[in-house]
C-alpha cells in the first residue's frame, strides 16, 4: 500500500512540473504573458477577391499577429484602433492591410524582431447597408463583407412587381451610382453588379403610375417601365419572363387604353409594339374561330389575328349553296346574337361563331320544295279520304 501511495505522489508531482516547465518555456508567465488566439480565428470568411490591396480595414475587422513566438488576436475597436499588449496601440481605420501591416511593425519592431513579425486579416467585419424603396423589406440590413448588389437585393426579398429596376441608386458618400439592374440579372453585366460598401444608401424606385406597361401571368402580375419602341418581347425580358415557369403561352391579350381587346400569337411578340399602360395577358389555351352554315367544312379554325370573316370562311371552303357577303352574321359573347359584319374589315375575336347562309336562291328553292312536299303529302291526304267515303 506505501509503495502505491508513493507512485501516485510521485506522478503527481512530475504532471505538476511538466505543465509548469511548458508554461515557462513558451514565455506566457506573469506580467509577461500574451494574450492567446481567439477562437474566431478558426472561423474562415469568405471573400471573392483578394482583400489585401482594395478592402479598407475598420471597426469590427479581427487581425492575426505573429510577434516570434507569441500569437494573437485583436479586434479593431470602434475608434479605428488596435491595442497590441506592451506596444501600444495603432490606428488602423480606413487602411489597406498593407498599409495596417506596415503600421502595426512600425510599433511592435521595438519589442520584437521584425522580421520575425508578421500580421494578417483574421476575420472580416459586418456592417450595415440601408435600402428604399420598392424592395420587400426597407430598412437597414446586416451585410456580410464583400457582399455584391444583387445578393443584397436577394437577402431583402428581392424587388415588388411595380419596381423599376432600370435605374437602381446607389449613395456613396457624396457620389450617386446608377445601376440598371436589369443588365445585371438579364443580360450577365457583371461588371455593374458592384460590391457594397459601408454607409451605403440604396434606393430602388417605383415605376410610374401612368407609365408603366403591366403583364398579367397566371397567378402573377408585375409591371415594368414604358419606353417608347419598345416591345413585347423586351418587356418580358425585362421583368425576368424567362425565369419563369414556362406554361406553354399561345397567344398575349392586348389592353390599351381606350381600345378593343386584340389577340395575338406568341410568335409575334417580337414585331409587337405597344403604348402606355397597356395590359399584356399571357393566355395558355389555344384562340379558337367556329364558323357553320353553308360551308364546305363545318368546324372550329386557330384564332388568327390578321384574319376576317371573309378568311375563315375562305379556309372553311364556299359551295354552290354558300349565300352572299352580304349575309353573313357573328355570334359573340356570353350570350350571343347576330351581328352583321363587313366581311373584309370588321375584326373577329376568339370565340366568335361565324355563319354563312344559303344564298337566297337555294333558300327560294327549298321553300319551294317544302311548299311542294307539303302540298303532294295534302292531296294524297284528301284523295285517300274521299275514296275511303
Known sequence: MRILLAIVLFMCCFSFGQSNTSL????????DRISTRSSVVMQPSQAELAVDSTYKLGPGDFLDLMLEDNYLTVQIYPDGTVAIEECG????????????????LK????????????????????????????????????VDPQTRLSYFIRQVGGAVPKANLEDVLVIRKNDTLHVNFNDVQNNGKFEDDIMLEQGDRIYVPFVKLDDNISLIFPGYQTSAPYKEGRTIQEYFDLV????????????????????????????????TVVGPNTELEFVLKTMDVYVGGSVARIGQFDYNPSWHAIDYIAAAGINTITGTWNQV???RGDKPEPISVQVAQD?????????????????FKDFTLFVASLLTVISSAFIIYVNYK
Open 107 to 142: 510599433v511592435v519592431e521595438k519589442r520584437y524582431k521584425r522580421e520575425y513579425c508578421f500580421v494578417q486579416l483574421s476575420v472580416l467585419k459586418k456592417f450595415r447597408v440601408s435600402i428604399m424603396g420598392a424592395v420587400s423589406f426597407v430598412g437597414q440590413h446586416s
Open 24 to 31: 515557462f518555456a513558451s514565455g506566457i508567465t506573469g506580467s
Open 89 to 104: 496601440v495603432v490606428d488602423v481605420g480606413g487602411l489597406t492591410l498593407n498599409e495596417a501591416r506596415e503600421e502595426i
Open 329 to 331: 352574321k357573328v355570334w
Open 240 to 271: 425576368g419572363g424567362g425565369r419563369m415557369h414556362n406554361f406553354g403561352y399561345k397567344n398575349i391579350c392586348i389592353h390599351e387604353p381606350g381600345k378593343e381587346p386584340k389577340w395575338i400569337p406568341v410568335s409575334e411578340m417580337k414585331n
Open 347 to 363: 375584326p373577329i375575336l376568339p370565340g366568335d361563331y361565324i355563319e354563312m347562309p344559303k344564298s337566297r336562291y337555294e333558300s
